[in-house]
């Protein structure tokens, strides 16, 4: 009988800590474990709270550091809504692995992952991207381009871009809604320029907050096909363009905002035109 107690008390036991993996750091996650630091660069990233800047790291064996530092991180799970706590200046890093790019942003002892999932565990990226050589640092004017800048655009409007006031129509060429259903919006160009125009397949999407418009970034990386269209004077086309890669959009205001208009006239072609199309989704 005491013998069957002592087995009782070990396997409770055993559930017990079981229970508490991935709460208190045990077996939690390994942020880059499918990281290949030996077949790609690194990149790191600081956010200011205005601009995001990138610098590179090519070296294996520091990469490789860098990789196993994270994965040994003790990490505890926290509230999507604790991204809030981030503060600025944050950092992120992208490394490729078996499955494409892994991205991760961190700050103020958070770090925030490509699905939105928030964990706790302490690391001085800071020091890291420091440490990195300025020999080719690139610096952009928003937080489009931080990692995971959709997840933390939703509680600091900082990372997204301010798009202001845009036209739904320049020199006779107009963008318009025409439905939104299954997550496609679709649009319709027309040109009544009177001039032969082309266009390509390239969309952006643009919210509404407080009043003001910003361009939000994607929660999935996605490509377009660099392809040019015809659209003849007089002539019109209804394009679908799939949100999939924003993932569940909240009720609201959003703008389509198609860039890179080319228009032909008497053989010169002008490129610099952007439109909008505002729709709804309630």
Known sequence: MRKLITVLLCLVMLMSLSSCVGVEGMGSPKLLEKADPANSAMTIYCFDGK??????????ELEEKIVDEINDLKLRPASRSSIKDIKTPCYGIMVYGEEGPIKLATGNGLWVLQD???YKGQYDLASVFDNASDNDMT????????PNSAWLGAYNTAYYRKAGDMPSEISGVSLSFVEYKDN???VKLRNESGNDYEYGLYFALQTQIDGEWYEIPPVKDYAFTELAYSLPAGGSADLDCSLDHYGKLDAGRYRIEKESFIFVTDGVTDSNKSLVAEFEIK
């Not at 601009?51 to 294996?60: H, N, R």
């Not at 610096?139 to 931080?146: A, V, W």
């Open 51 to 60: 601009t995001t800047s990138e610098k590179w790291i090519f070296e294996s």
């Open 116 to 118: 939105g999932s928030v």
């Open 139 to 146: 610096t952009y004017d928003d937080g489009l381009r931080f």
């Open 184 to 186: 496609v919006v679709t």
